[in-house]
């Protein structure tokens, strides 16, 4: 756009300023009406428990028909609370593109890891049921709501085709990390 309306080199230099990665939340509190944060996300995530079939999700991100939804519903959420036009999370329907997007960033930590509300969760369930050995790609994703007591509660959309509530310990052997997001 600056050089469709022909800035000159001093007014490209003061949008890169005002377009800098410093100045986003700013920008959420002028154009979106809040302050970037975790909690936003968690808080859309939990207006979707119960939905079934995940259609807003997958029709939103562009699909004409039901996919494995639960990387679109977390999109969705990031959508809804204004994370992805400020760059925050990506918009993925994959979940290993969403892993490869937060470990490009530096904003990767493996299962070892004690998340905080708005991580997002990605799992490695290769052999479910079993205990692996896992193949360490993801396989699924949801947003995480809150860590008491060992515990990581989850909102998560396409389990058991719904969006719901999970729980697992701390540092359980299928979940493969946490995207952190620069709220």
């Not at 959420?28 to 808080?43: C, E, K």
């Not at 939804?69 to 994959?94: L, M, N, Q, R, T």
């Amino acid at each position: 756009m600056a050089n469709s309306y022909g800035f000159n080199a001093s007014q490209k230099e003061e949008l890169a300023e005002l377009l800098s990665e410093d100045k986003q939340k700013i920008w959420s509190q002028v154009l979106y009406g809040f302050s970037v944060g975790n909690d936003t996300i968690v808080a859309v995530a939990l207006t979707q428990i119960g939905n079934v079939g995940g259609e807003p999700y997958w029709r939103w991100y562009g699909f004409n028909s039901r996919v494995e939804w639960c990387a679109c519903f977390v999109s969705w959420c990031a959508h809804e609370a204004g994370y992805i036009d400020v760059g925050v999370i990506p918009k993925f329907a994959g979940c290993c593109n969403g892993v490869q997007w937060f470990k490009d960033r530096s904003e990767w930590q493996d299962n070892s890891y004690t998340p905080n509300p708005g991580d997002i969760i990605f799992f490695d369930w290769n052999n479910k049921g079993s205990s692996g050995p896992q193949d360490g790609l993801a396989d699924h994703v949801g947003i995480v709501e809150k860590v008491e007591n060992g515990k990581i509660y989850t909102v998560e959309g396409n389990t058991s085709d719904s969006c719901a509530e999970r729980q697992y310990a701390i540092g359980h052997y299928e979940i493969l990390g946490f995207g952190i997001p620069a709220y």
